[in-house]
């Protein structure tokens, strides 16, 4: 599970994130949404210690995330898995190579139990013959099946997807959200994930945060979202549904 | 103010730097990729720049000794001289300074630029110490040998250009190549390049690592990374000469 409490972030005076506190929970798919501008990337980027909040604590279980040291961060972060919006394959690796990376990096695995877990993982993204693949040699929708079996190689505890049907076709948008969805309830993972696409949240999405501006409108089941009272939350997803 | 600021992140991106690599492995594996294609990459530019310069150089003092006061021979001197202790290791460097250091920044922009970097970040690896650490070693071992390299080119150019110009003959070149030869010379020209290698790894991979933005921005930090390792090229080679040569 994690937990955020009271987080502020401002840049140059500007109030970005505005004393947030949200849980997200394993096994769920944690959905954050809200308009352009309103955070959400923002607050993705401080949960994984890529931004440093001003204000405020970040739980990773018991850890907080916020007073640890660079090192001490290290090793929550092995347990983190993410899913960017632009994939952030390393262009000069093969896709086999992308996936062992972190193996290569991070555990004692010999050559054979590095292929191994890489064909597993690209099995489990429905993927095959792609391993000696360049990057660019691949769809954006196979992209993104390859940035996920790359962020489950080390079987984390917390996936992070930044729009992940971001420039995909409806097909293979609802190909990918149901893979997150599956990886999520399969390994319990605690999954968080930042879009616009209400399909997508309605869907898939188990807990919903709203954020606007900066401040989180709104918390809570997805089948108490239409029900939720809270007139901008209602406008965002009526200009969504078409 | 601006020269501050950056000469501030500048010294903390080198600190962040030097930590352990994760995996000597990998890290040694990068290191030898980043010496193939600094020094392999670069042998044919460097073969280019160092024949014609030694060449230009042997035209260029033989057409000054027309006194008769100084012996031709000296000539090939003249030309070893300015060779070892200026041309290579300065011109070397400052088009590695070009060729090497916007090929580090762009490479690093673009990295910075499609997240490749915070995915390093999010994975728990020290990106600059996983990225920079391997370039910046391989630039420092492999340079100042690109450097000899060009030194004995540039003494071979100024052979060639002087015995087909009719300038001075194969003879009179050798005896003055040979004449009151200083040892130090070479040391002077290793500790130059070696040292420049330094700067221009070091400022062109500092400046694509700041990058923000998209494509512009990572053209415009490979600019600003060849400009600032230039001028760093032209600035240590006065402090380093005065340092080491000065009275």
Redesign the interface.
């Known amino acids: 599970m994690i937990q955020l409490k009271n987080i502020k972030k401002s840049f140059n005076g500007k109030i970005v994130l505005d004393d947030i506190s949200a849980s997200f929970y394993p096994g769920k798919a944690n959905f954050v949404i809200g308009a352009s501008g309103s955070g959400k990337s923002v607050m993705m980027?401080c949960m994984?210690?890529?931004i440093d909040v001003d204000q405020g604590e970040i739980f990773y279980g018991q850890d907080d995330f916020v007073n640890k040291s660079y090192e001490e961060?290290?090793?929550i972060?092995?347990e983190?898995g993410?899913l960017?919006?632009?994939t952030?394959?390393?262009?000069s690796l093969s896709v086999e190579d992308n996936i062992a990376?972190?193996l290569?990096?991070?555990t004692q695995m010999t050559a054979e139990e590095v292929l191994e877990r890489v064909n597993f993982c690209l099995k489990r993204v429905d993927l095959a013959n792609v391993n000696k693949l360049y990057p660019s040699n691949l769809s954006g929708g196979m992209k993104k099946r390859v940035g996920i079996a790359r962020a489950i190689a080390l079987n984390p505890k917390y996936l992070?997807c930044d729009e992940p049907n971001s420039g995909l076709d409806p097909l293979t948008s609802r190909l990918i959200d149901k893979l997150i969805k599956e990886i999520t309830i399969e390994y319990n993972i605690t999954t968080v994930i930042n879009t616009h696409d209400m399909k997508s949240l309605f869907d898939m999405g188990d807990n919903i945060i709203y954020i606007y501006q900066g401040k989180k409108e709104w918390e809570g089941e997805k089948s108490l979202i239409r029900s939720s009272g809270n007139s901008r939350l209602l406008e965002f997803m009526k200009a969504s549904e078409f | 103010m601006k020269f501050f600021e950056h000469f501030g992140n500048y010294t903390l991106f080198l600190l962040g730097l030097f930590k352990r690599p994760?995996?000597f492995k990998?890290f040694a594996k990068q290191t030898l990729l980043e010496m193939s294609s600094i020094g392999v990459g670069s042998f044919g530019i460097v073969s280019l720049i160092s024949v014609f310069t030694g060449a230009v150089s042997t035209i260029q003092i033989g057409v000054q000794l027309v006194s008769g006061l100084v012996p031709d021979y000296m000539l090939g001197t003249f030309v070893r001289d300015s060779n070892i202790y200026e041309f290579s290791p300065t011109i070397t460097c400052l088009v590695l300074a070009g060729k090497v250091g916007s090929s580090i920044a762009s490479e690093m922009g673009?990295?910075k630029v499609?997240?490749?970097i915070?995915?390093l970040?999010?994975?728990?690896?020290n990106s600059a110490n996983y990225l920079v650490l391997p370039k910046i070693l391989a630039g420092v071992l492999t340079i100042p040998l690109l450097v000899v390299y060009a030194m004995v080119l540039s003494i071979i150019g100024g052979a060639i250009s002087g015995v087909m110009g009719d300038i001075i003959s194969v003879d009179a070149y050798v005896r003055g190549l040979r004449t009151d030869f200083v040892p130090f010379s070479v040391w002077f020209a290793l500790i130059k390049s070696t040292t420049f290698a330094f700067l221009i790894t070091s400022i062109s991979a500092y400046h694509g690592y700041r990058t923000e933005g998209g494509a512009l921005e990572v053209g415009r930090s490979s600019t600003m990374a060849v400009v600032y390792s230039a001028v760093a090229v032209i600035i240590f080679d006065y402090i380093l000469s005065d340092i080491l040569l000065g009275a």
């Open positions: 980027k994984v210690g890529l961060r290290k090793l972060r092995k983190i993410m960017f919006q632009g952030a394959l390393f262009d990376f972190p290569r990096m991070f992070f | 994760e995996r990998v673009t990295m499609t997240e490749q915070d995915a970040e999010i994975m728990g690896i």
